[in-house]
């Protein structure tokens, strides 16, 4: 699979997860995918059980993709994920084999303000 067909597969997941189709948002995954959250501790093997963990999810959710960066099989994606209005700054490592994601782990972090020893450093961040 060539990095143009990738990255317009990454495209249509994202765009499937900001529309919650889950039907779609799925379709870039192996069949025996596997999905890690290090900061939880969890683990989902299986298309149908990623797939069913994210649709049994009952918070509104919103995807906006700010950057994605990869080459070959390993592609990055950096994004926010908004539940219930509630931002969570995201980054998701997906590994691709024969055309479809094998593994992804997803970082999540919250927001939080400069910290007062730079804030006469920083500028704000606009999206």
């Not at 797939?51 to 990869?70: C, D, T, Y």
């Not at 592609?75 to 700054?89: A, F, I, N, Q």
Request: glycine share 6%; net charge negative.
């Amino acid at each position: 699979m060539d990095s143009l067909t990738i990255r317009a597969a990454l495209k249509r997941h994202w765009d499937a997860s900001d529309a919650n189709d889950f039907t779609v948002e799925h379709e870039i995954y192996h069949e025996n995918a596997v999905l890690d959250y290090p900061q939880s501790g969890e683990r989902i093997r299986g298309r149908h059980r990623i797939q069913e963990s994210r649709s049994a999810q009952p918070s509104k959710k919103r995807f906006s993709v700010h950057r994605i960066v990869g080459d070959g099989n390993l592609w990055v994606t950096e994004y926010v994920l908004t539940y219930d209005d509630v931002p969570s700054y995201v980054v998701s490592i997906m590994e691709f084999r024969g055309g479809s994601v094998c593994r992804e782990t997803q970082y999540f972090a919250d927001a939080f303000d400069p910290g007062p020893s730079r804030v006469h450093l920083v500028e704000k961040i606009e999206d």
